[in-house]
């Protein structure tokens, strides 16, 4: 072992080193550290150029001889003159085939420029005027940074297949690592107990991992495996694979960086968990001496030595910091004492700095080492947009790009003033939002005003194709919506709120919300209606609700809120120029509010004389219906607090015009036309009469939450892939189709006359409505599935729970 070890530090240490002027790619180096420990920065820093590009940067910039390349978010290319800060050519080889959201970081080697698109192209071009060398279309949306190493590029694509290119644009190898990897079954079975729930670790996955590399091994990841290849004559050799590392429930492998005989790998897992690993370069065992706290989300740790970029455990009140594994102890860092600090982007570390850039649009620069009880340098941007680019050091100076489509270079003899925008175009749709069947939307969290998780179009059939994957750099607890105009909005546990075009996944707008606390703890669903988002952002010590503009993002108004249950992913509702939210008052009962929905003025509320979660709720475009409840097993009598409680209200007036005790659901309403849904947790499902509340039938299946209404039939789901079709006129099964899968989910299934579409994590399953055929399913997504898809204008859209990428597919033309 002793002899492997001294081998491979000799390999290391005789990787070709950069120029200190020059940072060639993504993190620096094709290990990834992120280490500049040759560049010093003389604060304070100013504004030494701010280049306006046509549109906004999501990748890190390089810079190469004088000459500086970045990419933007639709795949344009630029070449900028370090010294004159000119653009000096720009071009866009995937021309109207572009789609958004680049996050293919490039590189530069021997006069060639290398990036990956959302298109799935690998592009290559001349670094002298630009010209296209080679277009090498991969068919699947590159998302990861290129990386160059051994006289080659590799990568790796959401089709899970490692790929390494000479660097003329030929293929030298393909590891297609589900077909070239089996685990074996002693391993399999040592490790089965402490798997378990919630499945699919021996199934494909979509891939879209970081690839270093170090002498010549490599260090990759995909689903739920993180393991490394060396690099042979021939074929590469796999060394070691990692399966669910951290076992069920436990963070599945993103982006790893390399540093010694140390892989630091960041990762993601259910429910807003974030890890970190430290593995043997060697053999691929977990270190006892590991990394103490957490990453962000889709970002690749920077590290020196044994020393690696590192956040606190909680989203409340974070650090950013420099630990050291060995010694286990924080070398300087930045932290807030009152606020949360929002990143999507890779830290760099200077010699005595570490530099982060943040979704408040803001570049800070605190002090390690020496430095750790220096004031922290802040850089705010002019336009208040974010920032996810991952700043880059050269010869003292620091380049980022943003999201308000400029590039910053700053400097300690920066003299420039910033300039703010007024004329941004960037959150204008670039796209007429075209439609591959007729134009809708999916409005709020289960599509409709009803909740019924149906779309009226047969004509989006299996087979799918994925027209597009983005990263998202966040948790999903609630699914997407879409508007028929072309929109696609999001929201991370995080509370990034981010509208893309659905037609290529550019980004229009994004913001974090609130600005200035405490990370909060859970989101709620969203709602889009007559321009205007309405953003739940409820918290136990104080929440907030927004409304935004649609055109820009900007805050229309917002009022105060409590808290409400993480699991319970319900929109506001909207009915007579009235918008409503369900929400708990920190120490008081639950209750529906209803405002203005264009002033935000509050005209009405009403209580719920229950102890338990904030109430879900429907409309019929008249009257409101909510619901709220616990089960018998969960729930403490409090007074003469009731259990449960459902309610009708007038939209307008407030007015209670129907209320009951004694039937009640403990999750959404569901209405459609004059029937009400209510589901009992233990119970059942109970269908009454929505003006009356008299009882029709009690059917349906006990412990689910999730329903959809279908044409004329209703397909239940709990805490599992499988999902439950029952006749909607009396609640009896229909002989037991299976419109779901094996592997865990916890939202319902989506549906059309004809189609199912259930998630898993095992993958998105379609199936036929009737028979509950098969027709079609998809890679899978580890660590988790969890919240519904959405179907608008002919597409699928959907965003992982815990791998933090947003997917759309569409149906596969037909010849």
């Not at 594994?325 to 929002?342: I, S």
């Not at 996810?388 to 943003?402: A, E, Y």
């Not at 509208?499 to 980004?507: A, D, L, T």
Request: hydrophobic share 35%; charged share 20%.
């Amino acid at each position: 072992m002793k002899l492997i070890t001294l081998i491979f530090i000799l390999e290391i240490l005789f990787i070709p080193a950069t120029f200190a002027q020059d940072w060639s790619q993504f993190m620096r180096d094709s290990s990834h550290t992120g280490n500049a420990e040759d560049e010093s920065l003389q604060l304070p820093l100013g504004l030494v150029s701010q280049i306006k590009l046509d549109d906004a940067v999501l990748t890190s910039p390089v810079i190469v001889s004088g000459n500086i390349y970045v990419v933007d978010q639709m795949g344009t290319a630029y070449c900028i003159n370090a010294k004159t800060f000119k653009i000096t050519w720009k071009k866009s080889p995937d021309k109207d085939k572009a789609m958004g959201s680049n996050t293919s970081s490039p590189c530069v080697f021997k006069e060639r420029i290398y990036y990956g698109t959302t298109a799935g192209n690998l592009q290559i071009l001349n670094t002298k005027d630009g010209s296209l060398i080679k277009t090498v279309k991969i068919g699947s949306p590159i998302i990861s940074a290129i990386t160059h190493a051994n006289g080659a590029i590799y990568f790796q694509a959401m089709d899970s297949k490692l790929r390494c290119f000479d660097l003329n644009g030929n293929e030298k190898w393909q590891w297609d690592h589900y077909k070239s990897y089996k685990e074996p079954a002693e391993t399999t079975k040592k490790n089965a107990r402490g798997r378990g729930h919630p499945g699919s670790y021996d199934l494909p996955h979509y891939g879209g991992g970081e690839v270093s590399v170090a002498g010549k091994r490599i260090i990759t990841s995909m689903g739920w495996d993180i393991f490394c290849l060396e690099e042979t004559s021939k074929e590469p050799k796999l060394i070691w694979c990692r399966r669910a590392p951290q076992g069920r429930d436990g963070a599945a492998p993103m982006s790893s960086s390399i540093s010694g005989d140390w892989v630091y790998t960041a990762g993601m897992g259910a429910d807003g968990r974030l890890q970190q690993m430290r593995f043997s370069l060697i053999d691929g065992v977990r270190s006892k001496k590991g990394v103490k706290c957490v990453p962000y989300p889709w970002v690749t740790p920077a590290v020196r030595g044994t020393a690696v970029t590192t956040r606190s455990l909680s989203y409340l009140k974070d650090g950013i910091g420099l630990y050291d594994c060995e010694t286990k102890k924080y070398l300087g860092g930045w932290k807030h004492k009152t606020m949360a600090t929002p990143i999507a982007s890779s830290h760099t570390l200077a010699k005595e700095h570490i530099l982060l850039t943040t979704l408040n649009g803001e570049f800070i620069a605190a002090g390690i080492g020496t430095k750790s009880k220096e004031k922290p340098f802040r850089f705010l941007t002019p336009n208040g947009k974010g920032i996810s680019s991952s700043p880059i050091i050269s010869n003292g100076q620091v380049l980022f790009g943003c999201d308000d489509g400029y590039l910053y270079i700053l400097g300690p003899n920066g003299k420039q003033t910033p300039v703010k925008d007024h004329k941004l175009t960037i959150s204008n749709r670039k796209s007429a939002g075209t439609s591959t069947t007729k134009k809708y939307g999916w409005t709020s969290a289960l599509a409709n005003p009803g909740n019924t998780c149906f779309i009226d179009d047969s004509t989006v059939e299996p087979k799918l194709k994925l027209r597009w994957a983005v990263r998202g750099f966040g948790h999903f607890k609630t699914p997407c919506i879409a508007t028929k105009e072309g929109d696609l909005i999001s929201i991370t546990l995080q509370r990034t709120v981010t509208c893309r075009e659905q037609e290529s996944g550019r980004i229009r707008w994004r913001r974090r919300l609130p600005i200035g606390t405490p990370q909060l703890t859970n989101s709620s669903g969203l709602l889009v209606a007559n321009n205007l988002l309405y953003v739940p952002c409820p918290a136990k010590n104080g929440g907030k609700f927004f409304c935004l503009d649609m055109k820009d993002g900007s805050e229309v108004w917002s009022v105060a809120i409590g808290s409400k249950g993480i699991w319970n992913r319900a929109s506001p509702v909207i009915a007579e120029g009235v918008v409503t939210f369900s929400h708990i008052p920190l120490g008081r009962i639950p209750r529906v509010e209803g405002w203005d929905a264009k002033t935000g003025k509050q005209l009405w509320q009403v209580k719920f004389n229950v102890n338990s979660d904030a109430p879900g709720g429907s409309t019929d475009g008249k009257v409101f219906y909510y619901s709220s409840g616990r089960e018998k097993w969960g729930w403490k009598p409090k007074g003469d607090m009731k259990r449960g409680e459902v309610m009708s209200i007038d939209a307008k007036s407030g007015k209670v015009l129907m209320s009951s005790v004694d039937l009640f659901g403990t999750g959404n309403t569901f209405i459609r036309g004059n029937n009400l849904y209510l589901q009992e947790h233990a119970k059942g499902l109970h269908c009454i009469n929505a003006k009356t509340f008299k009882p029709i039938w009690k059917g349906g299946s006990t412990h689910v939450k999730h329903f959809s209404l279908g044409s004329d039939f209703i397909v239940t789901r709990g805490y599992g892939g499988r999902a439950i079709n029952f006749k909607i006129l009396d609640g009896k099964a229909t002989g037991g189709a299976q419109l779901g899968g094996a592997t865990h989910s916890c939202g319902p299934v989506s549906l059309t006359p004809k189609y199912s579409f259930a998630i898993t994590v095992g993958g998105l399953i379609v199936r036929e409505i009737g028979t509950g055929k098969l027709l079609w399913q998809s890679p899978g997504f580890a660590p988790r599935g969890c919240v519904n898809p959405s179907i608008s204008n002919g597409r699928v859209f959907w965003p992982s729970a815990a791998s933090g990428v947003i997917f759309c597919w569409e149906p596969i033309e037909k010849k």
